[in-house]
Structure formats: structure tokens, C-alpha cells
């Protein structure tokens, strides 16, 4: 931690740059580690190629957070909860450039890239890792970025609901209490606020469920056609795949979204990201390995090339081992 506290010391412009589909870890520590650093007096760029979920709008400065990079001259650039460089999509070869890449995770599936690296996979939330970073620099948790940390171990802990809830999660966000975060006006936002069009995408999506033959396994589709019906984006989608999950005696939930082609109509095969849940029974990372994806034991993911009954064939197949 002390060589990545000295790296931004003496960084005078630094990227930050998180996953693409992000959520609410990704985008809660994305910013709360910006602002910090911004606070050294530090020029900080904020990057997520994908839009930002509509239930993380509310965030304080989610605004700054860009989807294009202009220029390079950054001397470090800091990566966010990505177990794998590519994680942060088309910029990858981009920040390859850059001369000192920080590598900051608390995924089991990280493969340890970049120069210096910051991973704990006993964390409950890379936001759990930057409010111990922010705290070994000395400085103070404004009330934005304590929103920020706050919400990102809300959102990666289903409220602490899951297995990698621990001690830390509530004694971090009783403090970013103290400091100011109001729990009810977030969870408000993250959990109790919907639009009409995303309703009517859930609508669709439940619809769509579908269950292997020994009902340990559900897969949820969003095509591209769902979202031009529903008039949604794929930032519509964070939160989906629960209503998958919590199906009774399934172990193992997918959430299958078409990725849009554009004009390319002629191609018999479209790009697709496949979500993976699992209720602590089955290491989803492990399935998503396979696909050349990574996460958690209990929550990962892939994207692939393919069409869509082949992709649902190829997860059905494995309901067989669960």
C-alpha cells in the first residue's frame, strides 16, 4: 500500500478507470478514490466506457465520470475492481500506455496485472479497499466520499445479505454514517426507485426465465429487441438477474443481454454479456473461467460471440453438475 501511496504522491495526472457494466461498487469506489486524490491537489480523470446505471445516478460527482479519453500525458492510471485489465474494455490499449498501472481488487480471479497491485480478496467490495487506502493517506472522508464507499459495499454486499459480508462492511458504513450518509436516501435510490420503462423490461425479462431440466439452474435473456420495446438501456438492466436467482432450489442464475450490433444485421452471430449468480452452492467464477470471464465465487461473468441458442445450450449443459 505505501508504494501505491507514493506512486500518486508523485503522480501529477492519473486516470482512474473502472469495469465496463458497471455497478455499484465499481462506479461507489471509482469515485470516492477520485475525489480523494483529487484533494492532493492531483489532475484525475474518471472512466467507465459504459453508462452509468440509472439506480447510481444519484451519486455525487457521477457526473464527471467520462466515456472518452482525450489526449493521453497521464503518468499513472489506477484500475478499479477488474480482475483482468481487459475489464475496462476499449480503453485497454490506451492505458497499457500509461507508465504505472495501479491495480486495486478484491476479486479471486484477479490475474495480478499492472505495476503495483492492491488486492484483498477477504474484502467485501473494492470500496472497502479504497476507504483503508484513503485512510492510510490521512485524508479526510467528505460527505460525497463517503456516499460513495457507502453505497459500494451496500450494492456488493446485497445490502449485507451475502457471504462476503463481514465485520468491516458494517463498521465502515456506521462511520460514513457518522460523517453524514443518509442509509434511507440511498437505499431509496438503489432499491425503491424504478421507472416505468424498466418495469416494463422486467416485465419481459421474467418472461423469459427459463429452468433446466433439475430446476437447479435459471437463465434470464434481454435481447436488443426488449430494450427498443421498453425504450431501456443495458444501464436498465443492474439488479435483473435477482428475480432469476431467487427462484426456489436454483443454485445457479444467468442473465444472457445481447449486446447491440449496430448496422451489422448481415452477422449470423451477435455479442452477448452473460451474468452468473450463485447462492454460495456453486463457484460461478469457475464457470466463468471457462468462458474467459471472471468475479466472485458468487457473482461473475463473461462475454462471448455467439448466437443465442448456442450460448443457452452451452449453460444448460452444465446444470447436469451442479
Do not use: W
Request: aromatic share 6%; charged share 20%; hydrophobic share 40%.
Amino acid at each position: 500500500m505505501n508504494s501505491i501511496i507514493q506512486q500518486f504522491n508523485n503522480s501529477n495526472k492519473i486516470l482512474a478507470v473502472t469495469h465496463v457494466h458497471p455497478d455499484g461498487d465499481a462506479i461507489g469506489s471509482l469515485i470516492a478514490l477520485g475525489l480523494s486524490l483529487e484533494a492532493l491537489n492531483k489532475k484525475i480523470t474518471l472512466y467507465c466506457e459504459s453508462p452509468i446505471p440509472a439506480v447510481y445516478r444519484f451519486l455525487p460527482a457521477v457526473h464527471r465520470v467520462v466515456k472518452k479519453i482525450d489526449g493521453l500525458n497521464y503518468d499513472t492510471a489506477v484500475i478499479l475492481d477488474c480482475g483482468d485489465l481487459g475489464r475496462v474494455g476499449k480503453a485497454v490499449s490506451l492505458v497499457k500506455q500509461i507508465p504505472v498501472i495501479v491495480n486495486i481488487d478484491h476479486h479471486i480471479t484477479n490475474t495480478c496485472f499492472g505495476h503495483l497491485q492492491l488486492i484483498d480478496t477477504s474484502a467485501c467490495a473494492t470500496a472497502e479497499i479504497v476507504y483503508r487506502l484513503i485512510k492510510q493517506m490521512g485524508l479526510p472522508f467528505s460527505k460525497p466520499v463517503a456516499t460513495s464507499i457507502y453505497t459500494g459495499i451496500l450494492a456488493d454486499t446485497g445490502s449485507f445479505r451475502f457471504s462476503n459480508t463481514n465485520r468491516a462492511a458494517f463498521a465502515i458504513c456506521q462511520e460514513m454514517m457518522e460523517i453524514g450518509v443518509d442509509p434511507h436516501n440511498i437505499a431509496r435510490h438503489v432499491y425503491g426507485t424504478y421507472s416505468l420503462s424498466r418495469i416494463k423490461l422486467l416485465n419481459l425479462a421474467l418472461d423469459s426465465i427459463e429452468l433446466s431440466k433439475n430446476g437447479k439452474l435459471s437463465i434470464m435473456t434481454l435481447t436488443q429487441k426488449m430494450f427498443d420495446e421498453t425504450h431501456t438501456q443495458p444501464e436498465d438492466v443492474d439488479g435483473l438477474i435477482n428475480y432469476a436467482q431467487r427462484i426456489e432450489d436454483v443454485e445457479v442464475a444467468a442473465l444472457i443481454q445481447e449486446h447491440h450490433n449496430g448496422k451489422e444485421k448481415s452477422r449470423k452471430t451477435n455479442r452477448f454479456h452473460v451474468s452468473l449468480r450463485s447462492d454460495g452452492a456453486v463457484d460461478v467464477a469457475a464457470i466463468a473461467s471457462l468462458f474467459g470471464g471472471g468475479g466472485h465465487a458468487s457473482a461473475s461473468g463473461f462475454s462471448i460471440e455467439s448466437t443465442l441458442s448456442n450460448i443457452k445450450s452451452k449453460i444448460f449443459s452444465l446444470a447436469d453438475k451442479i
